[in-house]
């Protein structure tokens, strides 16, 4: 079992930074792929960052050159560095565990509760 706690988001200005973070439980951190989704209002969980049990990280075209996926196994933690946030940005983020490859689709086994995003104009 494993549980996340999101953390990192509040309110910012389109062009600014945030950085999220996402606390894993567990003495097993390194054996799962992580990933990072957000949901806006209305519609669909969508996939933003994923990194691999080694590292190797995958973004959504939207997120592209703006957003970094990292891991610090020692901490049991991942994060997501975003830059020049945009309104369109605004969403719940959440963490996701996976005890295999990182994939986009949600088919992951753990989920963090989230934490919101807003990108003011």
């Known amino acids: 079992q494993v549980q996340l706690v999101d953390a990192g988001g509040g309110l910012v200005q389109a062009g600014g930074s945030l950085r999220l973070s996402c606390a894993a439980s567990g003495r097993t951190f390194s054996r799962y792929a992580m990933g990072w989704f957000r949901q806006a209002p209305g519609k669909e969980r969508e996939f933003v960052a994923g990194?691999?049990?080694?590292?190797?990280?995958t973004y959504a075209d939207s997120v592209k050159g703006r957003f970094t996926i990292s891991r610090d196994n020692a901490k049991n933690t991942v994060y997501l560095q975003m830059n020049s946030l945009k309104p369109e940005d605004t969403a719940v983020y959440y963490c996701?565990?996976?005890?295999?490859?990182?994939?986009?689709?949600?088919?992951?086994?753990?989920w963090g509760q989230g934490t919101q995003v807003t990108v003011s104009s």
């Open positions: 990194i691999s049990r080694s590292g190797g990280s």
């Open positions: 996701a565990a996976r005890g295999n490859a990182v994939t986009t689709n949600t088919k992951y086994d753990y």
